[in-house]
């Protein structure tokens, strides 16, 4: 098939840390030559697509900011657009309250009185913090925002939590699950992919090594999805998820076939 362009995730699947992958730098070297046009996707809240470019850099590649989204651009088009005028109380770091409060947004402390909790992925993350939200989320007028399902997230020798882990500890103090989760593979996620690159979604390939976010956001979207090996995702999950991709690959390195066939 061919494809008019390609959605790439980024920890997993480009890179572990600020080391490349295996496999990566051939991938990304088929996609140029095919003439498709990329996107890079992360579920990460926590930096700016310009934080990309130096990062991409260290590993050896050369990606521009606009071809960067992450979760924390896709939580905040999601709050400019729906809740403009919200008073934010935001679980998570420092990184994503810099990327709201940017944005026009207002961020707001515990006692101010928030129309919202935004919980995301927080190293700072303690009892007292659990406590907090729990006590703004007992006024149910107070919406419950997560920046990103994902519970774990590869780094540099061993998976770490991630923002799905502080969501699901909120919501079970607080017994009420989040009225919108972003990031991957959130409906507005897929709007800002569809819309960077201006092609119909079954001209789409999506790449990635998780199937709950990456495979489950083509696979919505009607885009084709290959999982890639060289994440979280391993042969037994594979096997027993209900979430199927179209093609399997050991790296990025293979994409190449699929851009030929």
Do not use: Q
């Amino acid at each position: 098939m061919n494809y008019r362009g390609v959605v790439l995730d980024v920890d997993g699947t480009v890179v572990r840390g600020d080391e490349p992958i295996p496999g990566a730098a051939a991938g990304l070297d088929a996609i140029d030559a095919a003439g498709v046009d990329r996107v890079f996707v992360s579920n990460n809240p926590t930096k700016r697509p310009a934080a990309y470019v130096d990062r991409f850099a260290r590993a050896g590649f050369e990606v521009a900011a606009s071809e960067v989204i992450t979760a924390g651009t896709v939580t905040t088009r999601y709050l400019r657009e729906e809740r403009p005028d919200d008073d934010l109380f935001v679980v998570g770091e420092s990184g994503l309250v810099e990327i709201l409060t940017e944005a026009g947004l207002s961020v707001v402390g515990v006692d101010d009185d928030p129309d919202a909790l935004v919980a995301s992925v927080d190293e700072a993350f303690d009892y007292r913090t659990l406590c907090e939200a729990l006590w703004t989320l007992s006024d149910d007028d107070v919406a419950f925002v997560g920046t990103d399902p994902d519970v774990v997230i590869p780094a540099v020798g061993r998976d770490v939590p991630g923002s799905g882990a502080i969501i699901n500890a909120i919501a079970g103090v607080a017994e009420r699950d989040p009225e919108v989760v972003l990031g991957k593979p959130s409906d507005t996620a897929r709007e800002m992919v569809l819309e960077h690159l201006g092609v119909p979604p079954e001209s789409i390939l999506v790449v990635g090594d998780r199937l709950d976010t990456d495979i489950a956001l083509g696979e919505r979207a009607g885009m084709t999805t290959a999982l890639v090996k060289t994440g979280v995702t391993d042969d037994e999950t594979l096997a027993a998820s209900s979430i199927t991709p179209d093609h399997v690959l050991d790296s990025l390195g293979d994409v190449g076939r699929l851009l030929s066939d």
